[in-house]
């Protein structure tokens, strides 16, 4: 059975912690919300075929998420460069923010992975029956990365259609960090992106400093009950078994 989650979320779960004001700030993430009249105004064909509505131009979403009702953001693929400044740590860090369409994201996730090195961390986020604002943070120190991979690679489906599940694979010795996040957006922490803007080319991604997305506007974020099980499968597999919540 396919669930609709509808509450207020922020693509702030980066372990160290100084992007949390910046996702607020710059990304706005606002996850659907709706008066009753408003649904009252929406027949149920028409919710389902907002629902089910997948394509936007060249673009495909996965089965994560859908923009607002009133499209107010389309999605399309392209990145852009930001700058967060952290004025009480007085730092400047640079984000890549990526939007990639389903059928080359997945593939462009684990190639952006390649310049981490070849032992790396994982932050698993997990909403699954969690109350409003609410995440848990799963940590995995030093794992080598094909294995890594190979092991995202069975989980695949999951991680791509589940709006309740982001992952984050970063090297805190560079320090770099690639996020998965729940949005199925790729963001980018690293002092030079040379290495992955190189592998966006190679991926035909464009470069578009204007770019809207998604968490811009009210979207829609979806899950399915049997993704619980897997994302504890996926956890079971990484060999985690330490929680670290975050409440926002």
């Not at 979320?9 to 706005?28: D, E, S, V």
């Not at 389902?48 to 509505?53: A, D, K, Q, R």
């Not at 970063?170 to 996020?179: A, D, H, K, R, W």
Request: net charge negative.
């Amino acid at each position: 059975m396919l669930t609709i989650r509808n509450f207020n979320r922020h693509l702030n779960y980066h372990p160290m912690g100084f992007l949390k004001q910046f996702y607020r700030n710059i990304l706005r993430d606002s996850s659907l919300i709706m008066s009753h009249n408003d649904i009252e105004r929406l027949s149920k064909l028409e919710i389902e075929s907002h629902l089910s509505t997948v394509t936007y131009g060249d673009f495909t979403l996965t089965g994560a998420i859908r923009p607002s009702f009133n499209l107010r953001v389309v999605p399309e693929q392209g990145y852009k460069h930001d700058l967060y400044r952290d004025d009480f740590n007085r730092a400047a860090i640079p984000v890549l923010i990526v939007s990639v369409s389903a059928e080359q994201l997945f593939d462009t996730f684990l190639d952006l992975l390649d310049p981490l090195g070849g032992t790396v961390d994982v932050v698993l986020e997990t909403s699954h029956q969690r109350s409003r604002g609410y995440h848990i943070d799963l940590y995995r120190e030093e794992i080598d990365l094909p294995i890594l991979k190979s092991f995202l690679y069975d989980f695949e489906e999951m991680l791509l259609n589940d709006g309740c599940t982001g992952i984050a694979v970063l090297n805190p010795s560079i320090p770099v960090e690639v996020q998965f996040d729940e949005h199925k957006m790729l963001v980018v922490y690293a002092e030079n992106f040379r290495k992955f803007e190189s592998i966006l080319k190679q991926h035909h991604i464009p470069k578009n400093e204007t770019i809207r997305f998604l968490t811009e506007a009210e979207h829609i974020h979806l899950t399915r009950k049997e993704y619980t099980q897997r994302f504890n499968e996926l956890q079971i597999t990484l060999g985690i078994d330490e929680e670290c919540p975050v409440i926002h």
